[in-house]
């Protein structure tokens, strides 16, 4: 048997052992070892011929248990390839004592049950002109903060909301902030309507009420936003260095410091992105990628579900790297990422549900031959 099948093979052990194993990885390891005790024995005593029909009929029923594990799983498996060497490989593992005994004595070194990780939740802190700041996951629902004639509600889906009853031109506005923690998203209704949504790591700043010639916010890190429509009152996002012009439209920016570009990717609508050096108009289903070293500007078409897969719940991979899925793993989960060794250039494609523990992750990316440790919320990877 080739180390990678038995690695994989260890690793439905391990979640097993765990308690982590689907209801069908059981089900599979249940019916393997049935097989092992039932043919071992009667094996020794046979014909080669014999025992060939016998190695065939045991292949057989293993592809037919992997086959439903396969059609039953709701998670990608990471383009990983060894489902489909895992039926070959069983036969030599039943005859293998040596694989028997692996599974009496397991070797982990991953992300176990009992030092789990669980996903982020909805978490942000507000704010407010004044300088006070409000705990918003455990602020009530209902009115949280009445500044100036601004009053700001915590509604029934938990969202922040502005209303203001009236203002004029003389009265004074200011600036309130919110900022998602690693671990934390949230999402808020400003006063005109438009909504945004705040990944993790992010933060969002706005006046509490637009007045004047634009209606401009600040946004680091990453966010959806789904601006409403005033073609007298443009919108402008400002990240760094760079300015999206908008009149109301749906579009996903990613501005994280840690990202080599910021990324603008439009779903609907019309978006004009700004640098010192360049500008361009971006249509649905286009995205801007501009480069923090060079500064270079360029646009691209994309997979627009791909963009804004955390939005929706998910991660989602399509040609990415290790290191850029241990980025949004460490944002989301709140933990540090380390590599020891030289790490693999390969790439990854799937989706996986952001609600998933970091140990059921892991246990699929374990199948491209990645390790993981930890120690307190720092992680070691390695291959």
């Known amino acids: 048997m080739e180390e990678k099948d038995l690695k994989y093979f260890n690793v439905i052990l391990r979640k097993y052992n765990q308690g982590l194993a689907s209801a069908e990885e059981i089900e599979f390891l249940e019916k393997y070892y049935k097989l092992f005790d039932e043919k071992e024995g009667f094996l020794d005593l046979q014909q080669l011929e014999t025992q060939e029909a ?90 949280i903060a009445n500044l100036d004639g601004i009053k700001v509600y915590k509604n029934a889906a938990g969202e922040i909301e502005y209303k203001i009853n009236s203002i004029s031109s003389t009265d004074k506005v200011g600036f309130n902030t919110i900022t998602t923690p690693n671990g934390g998203q949230y999402q ?92 361009t108009i971006i249509a649905p289903g286009e995205q801007t990628y501009f480069n923090n070293s060079n500064g270079s500007l360029q646009k691209k078409a994309v997979d627009v579900e791909q963009e804004v897969a955390w939005k929706n719940g998910l991660f989602s991979f399509k040609g990415d790297d290790v290191q850029a899925i241990m980025r949004q793993i460490s944002r989301w989960y709140n933990v540090e990422i380390e590599y020891t060794g030289p790490i693999t250039d390969e790439k990854f494609y799937g989706q996986i549900s952001r609600n998933s523990k970091l140990s059921e992750i892991f246990a699929i990316l374990e199948l491209n031959n990645l390790h993981f440790k930890s120690n307190g919320r720092k992680i070691t990877v390695s291959n």
Request: hydrophobic share 40%; glycine share 6%.
């Open 54 to 143: 016998i190695k065939n009929e045991i292949k057989n029923k293993v592809d037919e248990n992997i086959d439903f594990l396969i059609k039953k799983r709701s998670l990608s498996i990471f383009n990983n390839p060894y489902f489909k060497y895992i039926a070959a490989a069983s036969v030599l593992l039943i005859l293998s004592v040596g694989s028997y005994l692996a599974f009496k004595t397991p070797v982990y070194e991953v992300v176990s049950k009992t030092n789990d990780f669980a996903p982020g939740v909805n978490k942000a802190t507000l704010e407010l002109a004044n300088g006070t700041k409000i705990l918003l996951d455990t602020a009530v629902k209902g009115m």
């Open 188 to 279: 808020v209704v400003l006063h005109d309507g438009s909504k945004i949504w705040l990944n993790a790591g992010s933060s969002l700043k706005y006046p509490t009420a637009f007045r004047g010639n634009d209606r401009t916010v600040n946004i680091t890190g990453e966010a959806y936003l789904e601006v409403a429509k005033n073609k007298q009152l443009p919108f402008r996002v400002i990240s760094g260095n760079q300015t999206i012009e908008v009149l109301g439209t749906h579009f996903n920016v990613n501005a994280y410091d840690d990202e080599v570009a910021i990324k603008t990717t439009l779903l609907e609508g019309a978006v004009k992105v700004l640098t010192d050096k360049a500008s």
